[in-house]
């Protein structure tokens, strides 16, 4: 493929790309081409009059302090830090020069153990705590010690991130939540019983289970429910003294408030059965066909344009697509040897078009730089004029 003008990337990168592999120089050459010698396996590029081989050239300072060799494909480097002390060598050794060490040095002693002078810290010095505190550190990060309080209060009074609390007053705490809690007292027998159950021994969250289905002070229970005392010592018969937990309902009609079960995909698209209920998944998949209605999907404009998808809806915007893309173009030939740029009339109507060239003697497609000038016209580029009627174009909507 030929490209007839310059390619402007936007300074995005050109990956895996070969640098025109030859054997031989091209014959010709422009300032800045390039090309790879497959001979000497070097990369070389055009000065405007000469092919010049790319390579590492010899860098000399004024001084002598850092030298750059090349032979072949081999680099040497030298360099010399000041001519005095060290120099890295061009066989890569580090070196220090004759006179590099001078007497300056690490001296003797001059590195010392640092530690905690003995008998800086006793042990009755760490022995006079106040009462109910400890020494450490409740803050972030590493830092001075600190006293920190304890408090034994079995309700934690005071509790915060500043204090510590003792194992039996976290204890005593959560005794008392435990011993708060509700328990499960027995069974209930909603069918022989008139009134809810408990006594004055109650407590708030005490909780049966319901053994035999029944209605009790207008209250509908089923085997499996749960009555969960809302007070302590709670009403027998009013309702509002208790939370009522449905375990077990019968199956759901048009009717009667129950459970359901939910349609297979076979059940979804059979239509027949009206005692299950659809999710959206079972519902996506009653696809409408030619014998059985249902959902449908639109088309994607790949779809539209391949027409060969017998299971999805066209909408008017994937008809209008069809029809743009099919109807109407136009075709023709430009160049005269003399200009580089030809404003081209296709008469379409729209300033949505795609336009192709193509050398007219090979029908190989060729890459031209092109710009929409208005809903009829285009204008095209090429950097050298082209030869009279050598290049086809094919303009569509």
Do not use: C
């Amino acid at each position: 493929m030929k490209f007839t003008n310059t390619v402007d990337l936007q300074q995005n990168n050109i990956i895996n790309i070969v640098i025109d592999p030859r054997a031989t120089q091209p014959a010709t050459g422009v300032q800045g081409q390039f090309y790879y010698n497959t001979t000497d396996n070097n990369v070389y590029r055009h000065d405007g009059s000469n092919w010049v081989p790319l390579g590492i050239v010899t860098i000399e300072s004024e001084d002598g302090s850092i030298v750059v060799d090349q032979s072949g494909s081999e680099v040497d480097l030298g360099l010399n830090v000041d001519d005095t002390t060290i120099e890295i060598a061009p066989d890569g050794q580090v070196r220090i020069k004759d006179g590099g060490v001078s007497t300056p040095k690490l001296a003797d002693g001059a590195v010392t153990t640092i530690k905690v002078t003995d008998g800086a810290i006793t042990f009755a010095k760490i022995q006079d705590v106040p009462t109910m505190t400890v020494l450490g550190r409740v803050e972030a990060g590493t830092g001075d010690v600190s006293a920190i309080t304890v408090i034994n209060d079995n309700d934690l009074t005071g509790a915060d991130g500043t204090n510590l609390a003792t194992a039996g007053a976290i204890k005593a705490y959560v005794d008392a939540l435990i011993a708060g809690m509700g328990n499960l007292i027995g069974s209930f027998d909603a069918a022989t019983s008139t009134q809810f159950p408990g006594d004055s021994d109650t407590r708030k969250g005490d909780y049966w289970y319901v053994s035999v289905q029944g209605t009790v002070q207008g209250v509908s229970l089923n085997a499996g429910d749960v009555l969960i005392a809302n007070t302590a010592d709670p009403s027998p018969t009013d309702p509002n003294d208790w939370i009522f937990l449905e375990t077990n309902r019968d199956q759901a009609t048009t009717t009667v408030l129950g459970l359901v079960r939910l349609a297979t995909t076979a059940e979804a698209q059979g239509g027949v059965v009206d005692d299950k209920v659809l999710t959206p998944k079972t519902l996506q998949d009653v696809t409408a066909t030619e014998t059985r209605a249902g959902v449908s999907r639109i088309a994607t404009e790949a779809e539209a344009l391949a027409g060969e998808d017998d299971t999805t809806t066209m909408t008017p915007a994937k008809v209008k697509l069809i029809l743009d893309e099919n109807v109407g173009g136009y075709a023709g030939l430009i160049g005269n040897g003399t200009n580089t740029e030809y404003e081209i009339t296709h008469s379409l109507g729209t300033q949505s078009i795609i336009a192709e060239f193509f050398l007219d003697s090979t029908g190989e497609k060729v890459m031209v730089d092109y710009f929409v000038i208005s809903n009829n016209t285009i204008r095209a580029e090429f950097s050298t004029p082209p030869a009279n009627n050598s290049y086809r174009v094919i303009i569509k909507k």
